[in-house]
């Protein structure tokens, strides 16, 4: 027992470094300097209540304290906030949906974000008033960017949720946020409580390996995890088009069986760069920060290439990191710690899976590029009961088919990375993997914009640890 104990510390840390507190919150190396350019999880779905829809999460600025006045998170005027969408396979946009914020004090002479009280979004007491415009960006098969729209302008940012006597009712002040985008659809960037759930300090320490009498495999299913996350904020992007807007032919989808029906979806943070040549200084966006499946720059990617990571497509993702992804360390480490037998090299059920799409279900096309963007059948149907589990359950409507608020990416993950998708004589094993943490802390909502309720700084839960001071020593008496 001595053995697994240190093994676990050592796969804890091993871990837990990589993947930080999130799915992608400060997974590498520059980004974590640079929180506001920094996205932290991107979802996908067919919500129940808009079935002709695609609805997108994307969430920017990890782990933001409620209470952090009195400036609390604004998004970057100088950044460019992406969603994007691939529809024909190679990995490249063909869809683009780009943010562009406005900061303003309406009183400098405040130190207050806001003044009691603030009942609505355009209220003239809050004090940093953000909006965005929205621009659709539409690329031909070329890469060419042939067009660029306008589809929302001037819209309010939710503020901040500063507390109950600043803002008495938040639900009622996010609602105004809600914005009507021209061609349909709408789209909202407010505070939201991170909807992603994990257990990291305990991930493979906590899970009852001691426990006498049972087998080395019950790692984690059994519920009690703590969820390091839980009561932090981040700023939820969330986006609502008609399918028509993004499919490769312009329509709606007719089945899971349609030529037009999966698409390819991340989101990226692009800023500029200035190059000085001579006294002539020349700017361009580069891309600063990527995101499509959970968990891949967090774990599969190794350390001295997540920079990298960031900064590219997920057009060259199969040339770039295609070895990682089909000799996954995780998997490695699984043998080591638990001596699970998983099978460690030419993973292609994992590259299928999360890469070029699960043929009949999220492949695009006949002959797609390795890409990490998370693939979404917009023709399945939205579950009426859907498994945190997904397509590993049976729940087809799930992860990695696309991604809801509810699906468990974590143990679905963990589960895959142990072959749950092998099939029994290439080394398939259902091992009941977990982290113990089973959903979100706070409630999800059934209706738009469907993230959980920002919690708010007065009532903040995080819990400060004040350093601890060693008593001065006394001279011998
Ligand atoms: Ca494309
Ligand atoms: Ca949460
Ligand atoms: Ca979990």
Same mark, same amino acid.
């Given at each position: ?172 002040? &996010? ?237 679905? &993950? ?51 640890? &004040? ?11």
């Amino acid at each position: 027992m001595k053995r697994l104990s240190f093994l676990a510390a050592l796969l804890a840390v091993a871990v837990a470094v990589p993947l930080s507190i999130g799915s992608s919150h400060r997974e590498a190396p520059r980004i974590l300097k640079d929180p506001t350019a920094d996205n932290t999880d991107v979802w996908a779905f067919t919500a129940a209540d808009a079935p002709g829809s695609l609805t997108v999460v994307s969430n920017w600025i990890p782990l933001a304290d409620p209470a952090g006045g009195p400036n609390f998170y604004p998004l970057d005027e100088n950044a460019r906030y992406y969603v994007k969408i691939d529809n024909t396979g190679d990995g490249y946009e063909d869809v683009a949906y780009r943010w562009k914020f406005r900061n303003r004090f309406r009183n400098p002479g405040s130190f207050l974000y806001a003044a009691p009280t603030v009942d609505s979004v355009k209220d003239q007491d809050i004090n940093f008033v953000q909006t965005y415009d929205l621009y659709k960006e539409t690329y031909n098969k070329n890469r060419k960017l042939v067009d660029v729209e306008r589809i929302a302008n001037d819209a309010p940012v939710v503020p901040d949720n500063v507390g109950p006597k600043t803002i008495p009712n938040f639900a009622q002040v &996010e609602a105004g946020g809600v914005t009507s985008l021209k061609g349909g659809g709408k789209t909202i960037v407010t505070p939201a409580d991170d909807a992603f759930f994990v257990d990291l300090g305990t991930i493979f320490d906590g899970i009852n390996l001691d426990k006498p009498g049972r087998p080395n495999i019950g790692l984690g299913n059994q519920g009690g995890g703590k969820d390091d996350v839980a009561g932090y904020n981040t700023k939820s992007f969330v986006l609502q088009v008609p399918e028509s807007e993004v499919t490769r032919n312009g329509k709606q989808v007719a089945g899971a069986n349609a030529k037009n029906a999966v698409i390819g979806v991340w989101s990226t943070t692009e800023r500029k760069r200035v190059s000085v040549h001579g006294h002539r200084a020349s700017r361009e966006w580069v891309q600063v920060s990527r995101l499509g499946n959970p968990l891949i720059n967090e774990v599969v990617i190794p350390i001295g290439k997540k920079d990298k990571f960031n900064a590219t497509s997920p057009a060259n993702d199969a040339k770039n990191f295609g070895k990682f992804a089909l000799n996954p360390e995780p998997a490695r480490l699984l043998n080591a710690l638990f001596n699970l037998g998983v099978k460690e090299t030419n993973r292609t059920d994992i590259v299928q899976a999360l890469l070029t799409g699960v043929p009949g279900l999220t492949q695009i096309g006949k002959n797609p590029a390795a890409a990490d963007t998370l693939k979404l059948n917009l023709g399945v149907a939205p579950a009426a009961n859907p498994n945190r589990f997904g397509v590993l359950a049976g729940d087809t409507a799930g992860f990695p088919n696309g991604r809801r608020l509810i699906d468990d990416v974590v143990d679905i &993950e963990l589960r895959v990375i142990a072959g749950a998708l092998l099939p029994a004589d290439q080394g398939g094993k259902q091992i009941p993997l977990g982290d113990g943490v089973d959903q979100n802390d706070k409630p999800l909502r059934s209706a738009f914009p469907y993230v959980p309720l920002a919690n708010d700084g007065f009532g903040s839960q995080i819990k400060r640890i &004040e350093p601890q001071h060693a008593p001065v020593p006394q001279p011998p008496q």
